[in-house]
């Protein structure tokens, strides 16, 4: 018995290249694919106007909460009787 000392068995190089150049080709596509979603989810967690009409409601809420809790406050320190 001989011991073969090569990684790979009996493949021509040739077809070893091809395999890794499609490999290649399918990680670039995949690499591609990623950025571009990425991209677009990025751009549009970061669209401040589609995000505040989304959340408009909301904020909208919060800001007469706090005028309302402002306003009661200030008429408050204008408004108590002198000691």
Known sequence: MTAKTSF???VPADILERRAAEQRRRIHESVQELRSRVKST???KLDVQR????????????AVLVGLI????VAGI???PPR
């Open 8 to 10: 790979t068995p009996d």
């Open 42 to 44: 990025v751009e549009e």
């Open 51 to 62: 995000q505040a009409r989304k959340h408009l409601g909301p904020a909208a809420g919060a």
């Open 70 to 73: 402002f306003g009661y406050g």
């Open 78 to 80: 204008f408004t108590r």
